[in-house]
């Protein structure tokens, strides 16, 4: 073998260090965080003749977000559809997707609070259970 060639070798089989292996982010928390800070914030500024809705679409559908609990990477909803059916969907981030829409006012009724609820057993640089 070619000196070379034996150069080419070692490259070629040499151990390179490998970064350290991050924990995943907890992607549903940091979306949905987001998410009822822009609604909280946008309904501060509406006018008297608005409101204000937030809508998830999950597989096609959309939902009338009633309840958020965020887990890890996933989402656990409690919504209502347009048939004012109850469903309660698990979701992964990414096939979920937020909106909030600013309408006129149909009625008097003020805008709906949002429940939020992050699982505890895992935070934001925890490593164990709370």
Excluded: W
């Excluded at 608005?50 to 909803?77: K, P």
């Amino acid at each position: 073998m070619s000196s070379f060639d034996q150069k080419m070798s070692s490259l070629v089989n040499a151990t390179l260090p490998r970064a350290a292996v991050q924990p995943p982010k907890q992607r549903a928390n940091e979306i949905f965080q987001h998410t009822i800070g822009h609604y909280n914030f946008l309904k501060t500024q509406l006018k008297p003749e608005q409101s204000i809705n937030l809508v998830c679409y999950i597989g096609g559908m959309v939902f009338d977000v009633y309840r958020v609990s965020a887990t890890d990477h996933y989402f656990e909803i409690t919504a209502r559809d347009e048939n004012e059916s109850l469903h309660i969907v698990t979701s992964p981030v990414e096939q979920i997707a937020f909106d909030i829409i600013i309408s006129k006012k149909t009625n008097d009724e003020p805008p709906r609070e949002i429940g939020f609820k992050i699982d505890q057993s895992l935070k934001l640089g925890d490593k164990a259970a709370s």
